[in-house]
């Protein structure tokens, strides 16, 4: 009998070591279950932080979208010919030319055909005395449209990417 005992002692020891092995493996567990806890909270945080940030920068972009569109708009009606309605992209065919009397900008093909048509400007109607020495080349204006024209370009596949 005592052998028993002796031997149930001893299975009891072995018991409580193993109770103690689990209960450190289950604290390491608990430990490491409180530290991902926080890593995930954290990670959950900053992706939240990130959304937001996401978020204002959609925000920012469409608003950058829709101003440039406008622009662009700004650009296509500043460009154009005040009789036919063209782009003048400052090249020498559609080169910009100045009615003098009243300062209106018409492209080059409509100021050859206002010199044989009609005295008075077709924008304002105020007599203008057309003649080839009434209707002189604006180089500035022409620079400027040239650049215009580019800015367009940028415009358009700037809003497309976006």
């Known amino acids: 009998m005592h052998a028993r005992l002796e031997q149930a002692l001893e299975n009891q020891g072995k018991a409580e070591e193993e109770m103690e092995r689990l ?11 409180t530290r991902i806890s926080r890593i995930m909270g954290n990670l959950s945080k900053r ?3 990130l ?13 950058s ?6 622009l662009g708009g700004i650009l296509d009606k500043a460009g154009e010919c ?13 080169a910009v030319q100045v009615i003098a009397s009243c300062g209106h ?3 080059h093909f409509c100021a050859a055909k206002l010199i044989e048509a009609d005295p008075k400007c077709p924008v304002c109607t ?3 005395w057309l003649s080839k020495d009434s209707i002189v080349g604006n180089y500035t204006a022409n620079e400027a449209y040239k650049a215009l024209g580019e800015a367009r370009v940028v415009i358009k596949s700037v809003t497309s990417a976006l």
């Open 23 to 33: 209960r450190a493996k289950v604290k390491e567990s608990v430990a490491e279950h």
């Open 47 to 49: 992706n939240d932080d």
């Open 65 to 70: 979208r829709h101003r440039l569109l406008a």
């Open 105 to 107: 900008s018409v492209c």
């Open 126 to 128: 105020q007599l203008t």
């Open 82 to 94: 005040d009789i036919c309605f063209e782009n003048i992209d400052g090249d020498i065919r559609t």
């Open 51 to 63: 959304k937001t940030q996401a978020d204002r920068l959609y925000a920012q972009v469409d608003n």
